[in-house]
């Protein structure tokens, strides 16, 4: 059978990787569509808030959701597509727990992170026809760690948990374990000022590919897993 995709992805070059991604992934997909906010998501898809269902006999059997939007966030979608019949795939920068574990408590089938080598994406999403859950490598080691050290504690009651680890620690020790390229410390001040990965990529003259591959070196140097926690030690050390 062949299969339809929606992909939900407000920024236009993530949405042609990701684009790209599916295509290599599976050699039955009939048409890939993309919505770049909620409210275009749920034009397609046939909203009605609280109960959506298939607006034809025709469906989308997967569909990619983006965590942050213009106009609210993919938790709403993922929790409003509880009855209908897709593959909800989460695709996003964010690894922590706080956007991590709402995400599968609303309904998603997989979490992928837009950072990752193309073909870990592609061998990633080809495990859905095996039956198997779609993890980005850091995020299925992540929740083997969660489960292992017997953490009961849920994510809503122990809101920055990660933050808070991230200041507890000696941030200074940790520059001082590996240090960052100029390059890297570049990308860590402008993503500590809000900037997405595509307008740093054009403040920097680099591709935005090469910018996922500076967080990606710094995230593993400074023992961080979020842009928040990045951000922490970034301000301590003077650098926003």
């Given amino acids: 059978m062949a299969v339809k ?13 990701l684009s790209r991604v599916v295509r290599e992934s599976f050699s039955d997909v009939s048409s890939i569509t993309e919505a770049a906010d909620l409210e275009a998501a749920r034009r397609l898809l ?3 808030p609280r109960q959506m269902a298939p607006k034809s006999a025709d469906p989308y059997q997967l569909i990619l ?6 106009d609210g966030s993919g938790l709403e979608l993922l929790a409003e597509l509880a009855n209908y019949p897709a593959t909800r795939i989460v695709t996003t920068l ?3 727990d706080e ?7 609303s309904g998603a089938d997989g979490y992928l992170l837009k950072e990752d080598r193309f073909e870990v994406l592609v061998e990633e999403l080809q495990k859905i026809v095996r039956g198997q859950p779609p993890l980005s490598p850091s995020i299925a080691r992540r929740l083997l760690t969660h489960f292992r050290t017997g953490d009961a504690t849920t994510p809503q009651a122990r809101p920055a948990s990660t933050i808070k680890a991230a200041e507890a620690a000696e941030p200074a020790a940790l520059f001082e374990a590996e240090r960052l ?18 307008e740093i990529a054009g403040l920097m003259g680099i591709k935005w590919f090469t910018v996922n591959d500076h967080i990606k070196s710094i995230y593993k140097k400074l023992n961080v897993s979020s842009r928040a926690e990045a951000a922490v030690l970034a301000s301590k050390q003077g650098l926003v």
């Fill in 5 to 17: 995709v929606l992909i939900l992805e407000d920024n236009p070059v993530a949405r042609g990787f």
């Fill in 46 to 48: 046939g909203h009605s």
């Fill in 65 to 70: 959701v983006d965590l942050e939007l213009p």
């Fill in 94 to 96: 964010y690894s922590d």
């Fill in 99 to 105: 956007h991590l574990f709402p995400a599968l408590q």
């Fill in 181 to 198: 390229t100029p390059r890297e410390s570049e990308v860590l001040t402008y993503l500590s000022k809000g900037f997405t990965i595509k």
